[in-house]
């Protein structure tokens, strides 16, 4: 098992910046990458940015390139996602995800963490 907490969303004006974070415990020796999604109201979870947990293999969606980071602290567990020059269109609960070693999916959850951009 792998338990995922999160923290740093909050209430940003656009062009402004947030950290976000994920503490992972638990079975983290176990953990292939993380990865970070989020959902806008009414519409469907989607993808935004994932990492190995070790080696430095890194995706991000393409509405996000340039603006967020990914990275990673083994040492205490974390995963962060930096985000800057934030847009109306970032606001949306933001969860992180883990995916084991063997398994296509990501099985284990954060619980959520909500970002608003106010225009």
């Known amino acids: 098992q792998v338990q995922l907490v999160e923290s740093g969303g909050g209430l940003v004006q656009a062009g402004g910046s947030l950290r976000l974070s994920c503490v992972a415990s638990?079975?983290?020796?176990?953990?292939?990458?993380m990865g970070w999604f989020r959902q806008a109201p009414g519409k469907e979870r989607e993808f935004v940015a994932r990492?190995?947990?070790?080696?430095?293999?890194?995706y991000s969606a393409d509405s996000v390139k340039g603006r967020f980071t990914i990275s990673r602290d083994n040492v205490k567990n974390t995963m962060y996602l930096q985000m800057n020059s934030l847009k109306p269109e970032d606001t949306a609960v933001y969860y992180c995800?883990?995916?084991?070693?063997?398994?296509?999916?990501?099985?284990?959850w954060g619980q959520g963490n909500q970002v608003t951009v106010s225009s």
């Open positions: 995800a883990a995916r084991l070693r063997n398994s296509p999916k990501y099985r284990y």
């Open positions: 990492k190995g947990w070790s080696g430095d293999t890194t």
């Open positions: 638990g079975r983290t020796s176990s953990i292939a990458d």
